[in-house]
Nanobody, 114 residues
Framework: QVQLVESGGGLVQAGGSARLSCVVSGLVYRPTTMSWYRQAPGKQREMVARIISASTNYADSVEGRFTIPGDSAKNTVYLQMNSLKPEDTAVYYC?????????WGQGTQVTVSS
């Protein structure tokens, strides 16, 4: 059974930093893509950061502030968030794509106070 367990959300002051973790277990195949998405109230879910092979992609809104380091030995992907803004407030979801499908974590709330 595939599981993605996220942690690290919470309340952060604007300008501060936070790091989210996503531990992946139960995969038979190595993921082709590992990503972080977020969904703010009343908005669609959007991709924030993505690792495809050795390349990374970021949404324009987080470029230069967020990074997506991974630790393949621990089957873990992180989202390092710096210079947080109130508009970064959302539920953040981990996503992995493997041959034949994709999996989502349960989400972790990040709230940035002004």
């Amino acid at each position: 059974q595939v599981q993605l367990v996220e942690s690290g959300g919470g309340l952060v002051q604007a300008g501060g930093s936070a790091r989210l973790s996503c531990v992946v277990s139960g995969l038979v195949y190595r993921p082709t893509t590992m990503s972080w998405y977020r969904q703010a109230p009343g908005k669609q879910r959007e991709m924030v950061a993505r690792i495809i092979s050795a390349s990374t992609n970021y949404a324009d809104s987080v470029e230069g502030r967020f990074t997506i380091p991974g630790d393949s030995a621990k089957n873990t992907v992180y989202l390092q968030m710096n210079s947080l803004k109130p508009e970064d407030t959302a539920v953040y979801y981990c996503n992995v794509v493997v041959l034949g499908g994709q999996y989502w974590g349960q989400g972790t709330q990040v709230t940035v106070s002004s």
